[in-house]
Nanobody, 125 residues
């Protein structure tokens, strides 16, 4: 059974940085793409970033491009999201996800089968 556990959320001031981590277990980690989504109160869950199984290809939502960086360590079965220049509008619960594909180009929620429980990120102004 695939399990995803996020960590690293917290409270930070605008302009600050946080790094999220997602530890995966239950299948061959390097064979599948990993993604981050986020959901703010009263909003739909939205795509943030994805990385291919090999780690070579990445994909970002326009709202985070140039500020967030996704990476993975296949030896540690962990994917990271480095978030810099944080803004109050980045406040949300951040979820790690994975699915049946290797590609980083999938951005829909229903492209992903497995989800973590989320970690709260709060950016104060």
């Amino acid at each position: 059974q695939v399990q995803l556990v996020e960590s690293g959320g917290g409270l930070v001031q605008a302009g600050g940085s946080l790094q999220l981590a997602c530890a995966a277990s239950g299948r061959t980690f390097s064979a599948y793409a990993m993604a981050w989504f986020r959901q703010a109160p009263g909003q739909e869950r939205e795509f943030v970033s994805a990385i291919s199984g090999s780690g070579i290809s990445t994909n970002y939502a326009d709202s985070v491009k140039g500020r967030f960086t996704i990476s993975r360590d296949n030896a540690k079965n962990t994917v990271y999201l480095q978030m810099n220049s944080l803004k109050p509008e980045d406040t949300a619960v951040y979820y790690c996800a994975t699915g049946p594909s290797r590609t980083a180009m999938l951005t829909r929620r229903d492209n992903y089968d497995y989800w973590g429980r989320g970690t709260q990120v709060t950016v104060s102004s």
